[in-house]
């Protein structure tokens, strides 16, 4: 099945489900399966016993961990889960874009959304508040685990409870707490481009002027990380660490001031859908095509900035170059005598003229070219 006929597939809805909720067309069936090389059955178990023990772990050591200060406690949240992959055996790289330094207060950190795996990802990379759907809260272990982690829990349910939600997400903004969202709403196997980025949230980050901070999360094996539809949790844990030599990459992208998207657009929609597009359009997009678009945005205008201050020292010296030789060529009048203008030949004018031709100032191509330090 290629990858546009999953994206433009109408998805069947799950019975009881509210209509506005995003729903993706991936099933287990047909997204969610490893042909790859596979690890033993036993070497597969004890990966599987490694990784629910980690994560117990982290359950058993939440209540005092919290205790600690804001330092201490980020770091071993931090080192608790990049241990978390690591025990179901996958292998993770993390590439910072060059430009994606941080803002130092809250931000909105938006990510695509693919596996369980994608939360202990981003939170080895940037730990923050997890946004999640109520019923998180009731799940054995991992509810109690999200509760330790002050997740913020929201009612995807009830549409009229979704200012409220916003402005949760708003304030936990403002307090400079650092938010995580999949804002695609559902998982996505990771064949296609996902779904589309929900703009309510976005609202959120206008709402509290803060920056939004995209993520991109791909797998090397995207069947086997796929969590799609209503596949149970313990067939895709046995999907992972059956799969020999799963990667993950996370990528942290430049962020996105959300303050430029307060107002209407232009095509009359609320700036939180431009803001949500240019996040999704950011998560899909190479970071060496954004370094190059940034790169050749400094270099354009240095560039200009410096042939324009070039032309202008050129013009200058011509300038003076012009009325200098002006005041050298006006004669002195001669007491005695009336100046008679001299007709020179045709002839002898033409041939002065192929003997030294008019002298033109021209700005050089050198002169109009930054210096070597503007590239680097």
């Known amino acids: 099945m290629s990858a546009s006929r999953t994206e433009d597939r109408t998805a069947p809805r799950p019975a009881g489900t509210s209509p506005w909720l995003p729903v993706a067309p991936c099933t287990p069936a047909s997204c969610a399966r490893h042909t790859g090389a596979a690890r033993p059955p036993l070497r597969a178990a004890l990966r599987l016993l490694a990784g629910c023990a980690w994560v117990l772990l982290g359950v058993v050591c939440a209540a005092p961990v919290r205790l600690l200060p804001r330092g201490p406690r980020m770091w071993l949240l931090r080192y608790w889960a990049r241990g978390i992959p690591r025990a179901f055996g996958v292998r993770v790289t993390v590439r910072v874009h060059p430009y994606a330094r941080g803002t130092g207060g809250g931000e909105l950190v938006v990510a695509n959304h693919i596996s369980w795996l994608d939360i202990p990802l981003v939170a080895a990379v940037l730990p923050g508040r997890m946004l999640a759907k109520t019923e998180v809260r009731d799940w054995p272990l991992l509810g109690r685990l999200a509760g330790f982690g002050s997740t913020l829990f929201i009612d995807r349910d009830r549409l009229r409870a979704l200012p ?46 803060v920056c939004v901070r995209p993520v991109r999360i791909t797998y090397g094996t995207w069947g086997a990380a796929a969590f799609v539809g209503d596949d149970p949790l313990t067939a895709s844990l046995w999907r992972v660490v059956r799969a020999a030599g799963l990667t993950a990459e996370v990528s942290v992208l430049p962020s ?18 431009e803001l949500a597009r240019a996040a999704r359009a950011a998560v899909l997009g190479s970071d060496r095509t954004t370094t190059r678009r940034t790169a050749r945005t400094a270099r354009t205008g240095t560039t200009a900035r410096t042939g324009t201050t070039a032309r202008t020292a050129v013009t200058a010296r011509t300038a003076v170059t012009a009325r200098g030789a002006a005041k050298a060529a006006t004669p002195s009048p001669a007491p005695t005598a009336l100046p008679v203008p ?26 109009n070219r930054p210096s070597a330090s503007v590239h680097h």
């Open 164 to 209: 409220g939600a916003v402005g949760t997400v708003a304030a936990a903004l403002r307090s400079g707490s650092r938010v995580v969202v999949f804002p695609e709403g559902s998982t996505w196997c990771g064949r296609g481009r996902g779904g589309p980025f929900r703009p309510a949230v976005f609202q959120a980050a206008i709402d509290a002027e």
């Open 256 to 273: 996105i001031p959300a303050r430029a998207y307060a107002s209407v657009s232009a095509h009359g929609e609320p700036g939180r859908r």
């Open 342 to 367: 001299i007709q020179a030949p045709a002839a002898a004018t033409t041939s002065a003229a192929r003997r030294s031709p008019p002298q033109t100032a021209v700005a050089s191509d050198r002169a």
